[in-house]
């Protein structure tokens, strides 16, 4: 239970601090992000839906998915979609390791 609260931190400090100074925070800690594969599932019902041009400004992303349906609780509304899309991110590590 004790990570139930910092969930709510990034709602808190849209609504309270403005959505540019958090966008701003969160791009502090992934600067150092840029070495480490990622990918990205973006669900049409979904809360936010970043332009994949700024994503790649602070990720090194390997895997873009545009899903067919689901929202902002994809793992509840369409689970074999999201493990499919996983799975296939992490297919070609497996092999490499």
């Given at each position: 239970m004790a990570s139930f609260g910092p969930t709510f931190q990034p709602y808190h400090d849209v609504m309270n601090a403005?959505?540019?100074?958090w966008m701003k925070e969160v791009a502090k800690q992934w600067l150092g992000s840029a070495q480490t594969p990622a990918a990205f599932a973006n669900f049409p019902k979904d809360l936010s839906h970043?332009?994949?041009r700024w994503a790649e400004r602070f990720f090194n992303v390997q895997r873009w998915t545009d899903m067919p349906r689901g929202?902002?609780?994809a793992a509840l509304e369409v689970p074999d979609l999201l493990v499919q899309d996983l799975r296939e991110f992490f297919r070609?590590?497996?092999r490499a390791g």
């Open positions: 403005g959505g540019m100074r970043p332009p994949r929202g902002h609780f070609p590590f497996r």
